[in-house]
C-alpha cells in the first residue's frame, strides 16, 4: 500500500480485504472507507456474519461440498441420489450449479 497516509486501523482493514480474490487496493479501499462510514451495528453484523461462517460452516476437502448445521439442504436430502457423483473445481461451482438446478442427482446421467 501507498504511503502511510491511513491511520494503521484502517490500513490493516485494507491489506485484509485486498486478500480477497478479485479486490485489488483500490477497491479494497473503497470498502474499508465504506465500512468506516457504514453504522457500527451494520459493521458488528458482517463481522459477526464472518465468525459464525467460520464456526459453523466447514469445507469437506474430499467432496467439496459446503456443510454445516442449516448451510444446504442438499448436504443432508434424503431424496438424493447416493449412486452418482459431480465432480466441481471449486465449492462456489456446487452451489451455482444448484442454484441454476443443472444437475438433479436423483435423476439425470451423466455417463459419458
Known amino acids: ?35 468506516l462510514r457504514a453504522p457500527e451495528s451494520e459493521v458488528l453484523e458482517l463481522a459477526n456474519a464472518l465468525m459464525e461462517l467460520k464456526e459453523k460452516i466447514r469445507l469437506l476437502p474430499a467432496l467439496l461440498r459446503v456443510c454445516g448445521p442449516g448451510a444446504l439442504p442438499l448436504c443432508n436430502d434424503p431424496a438424493r441420489s447416493q449412486g452418482q457423483i459431480m465432480v ?15 444437475f438433479k442427482a436423483s435423476t439425470t446421467s451423466w455417463e459419458g
Open 1 to 35: 500500500m501507498s504511503g502511510n497516509a491511513y491511520p494503521a486501523a484502517l490500513r490493516r482493514v485494507i491489506v485484509g480485504l485486498s486478500r480477497w480474490p478479485g479486490v485489488g487496493e483500490k477497491t479494497a479501499s473503497r470498502l474499508a472507507m465504506h465500512l
Open 88 to 102: 466441481v473445481a471449486e465449492p462456489g461451482d456446487l452451489l451455482a450449479i444448484e442454484k441454476i438446478g443443472w
